[in-house]
């Protein structure tokens, strides 16, 4: 018999709890962890990691309705199977079937997800998806939907910067989200104090978002607070934050010996009281819910039905060596498109407002994020002024975090499939989100294919502030304010990385990047920002280039992977340069130089896109000139510089008369801020004259 129960207040939005369905689901994720438990054991797969201790999640989910977003962590099994009724998926994780539901059996068992059911996309760095799931929640208010999202993590999970990230945005926009910290007690072997001092619910809400501690041993009790928290956060009076008290019944995971760091009194006591299916079992039959045979009974049906879905997943086909490549980056089919409207000349500050204001208004839910950018300067440098004046609400202020600020741009695009825009105001400062960076490219591949994150990161990168282009320096950025960037971004699996030389092409590309399915950061040259076409030393303009500070009104876009070639002089090249960004223009004005003084001509090869970069017309232009130079502003350290250096001393060695050069910045610090020093640190268009000489000669 089905008894249902009504939630206690009677103001809440709660649905009607089944609870012998819910004690069921507890009883089935405790079943399921004994059985893969000892599959691991038996070396049927390599790890597992369990929930034993944490089965009332399944009565927070209970309280939250289906349309609500979960963001779980390794010990939600009950969570996943309350929201889904799916005993097959995490079998088939576990086993690495292609049916597997959250990566086609690519990742670990026990990493919850699911689009289809708003199972946001579980990682193995613990606290990761926190910053993902803000900006799921910023989406939400923005919409003003009525959905929340929950996301889950355990004590030592409190203490990463990605959860302290998810609590700023959430407090900071009031979001709607509910953050539970499964507290069991430890972090592998480290006890919760080590991970925050006093107490998590002051913490909270001295930070303005609304705690309460709950006993996660007892399922009632959970069921009970979260239906109430969650009305709370519905009724719009902000997020919340529930330190749910638990016990961590099995070791960490199949890899941990329990007893080499918890005492025997401590396990003992553990079991005895706080295993949350025991004591909703007894609950159950005190209340007269249940007898007592019903609970023994009701585990030997559950551990029957898995026996039969185990029997069936292992007749399911497994991975093959060949897929290893699917799903790792996702480039927009491009479409043919000539731009007709009138050609002004612009800057390139110019174009990237032009490209804000066409995604603003091609696209209602369009927004960019980062510091100051809803200001009316439009950001330190201008870029979001237009958005600013002609779109309302469509440049947004962030605070200081950049971890925060790709968050929430990154998180608000996985829900709906559609690009928003994350500002990092220098590159340099990357850094603190390099990980959500990193994950967020790395989606796709790991849920192969389910997930993805459209994510546009644009940021000021390379030499100069901002200002005119200097006579060759770097316009006193200093450290902070010159790093390059591209020996970051293009080494990340799944990450488009571009950097444009010209505002035709910083415009094209930013409209076409935003239609792609996977992040991509979009380098910004300081120098070039509000830089004249480059000219030979004479004070020429170089014609080739010039035309691409002609930029088309409206909208129009350009290819991302095809670079464009560059031809400076007559006839057939005798050196390929291969470039991008400001070196684009210093390579145009070396090349100049030399075609004024010999005559001939000398290809530059502007690559636009540097990941995944255009192969072909690299092959193409070394095997016409037979010479090549790569230019890159990056020290010579690991670079991606290098990297397309090796590329063709591998793959184009047969073409080759000479050594291919490669002209870089020094490796050292970028860069110092006095003048004589500032102009030694880049390369420039004459030390990329003397290369050429140079391979000329040899
Ligand atoms: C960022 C990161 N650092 C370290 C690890 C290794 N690691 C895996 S689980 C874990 C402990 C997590 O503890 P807690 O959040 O309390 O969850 P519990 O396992 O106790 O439920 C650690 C340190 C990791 N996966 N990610």
Redesign the pocket.
Known sequence: MTINTRATEATTTAQPLDILALYRTMVMARAMNDMLKTRKTQGRFPFYIGCAGHESMAAVVAALDQDDWLSLYY?DLAAWLQRTGDIYGPLREAYSRTTGPMGAGRNMPSHYSSKRLRILPTF????ALAPFAGGVGFSLQRHQAKELVLFC?????AA?NDFNVLFRQAAVHQLPILMVV?D?G???TTPSPIQWAGSLVEWAKGGGVYAEEIDGTDAMATYEASTRLAQHIRSGQGPVLMHLRMG?LDP?SSSTDIRSYRTKEEIEETTAAKDPVKNFGRWLVDNGHLQQTDLERIRKECRTELERAESEILKEPQPTAERVTEHIIYIPQWQENTPRETKRQTSMLGAINEALAELAQRDPDFFVYGQDVGSPKGGVFGATATLVTQFPGRAISSPLNEQLIVGIAAGAGMIDGKARCAEIQFVDYHQSAAQTIRMAARVSYQSYGDWTVPLLIRTKSGSGGGGPISSGGSGGGAYGHSNTGEQWFTCIPGMITICPSTPFDAKGLMLEAARAQSPVTFLERGRLYRSDPPKDSAGNIIAPMAEYWNVPDGYYTQPIGKARRLRIGEGPSSVAIISWGTMVLESCTAGADIVNRKGGAIEVVDLRTLEPFDKEAVAAAVREANRVIVVTEEQDLTSFGRHLHSWIVQNCFYDLDGTPGLVSAIPAPPAPYNEPEELAFYPTAKTIEAKIEELLAE
């Open positions: 010990r193995s760095e613990v606290g993590t355990g004590d030592g999970g990463t499964e069991n430890w972090a592998i961590l960490h």
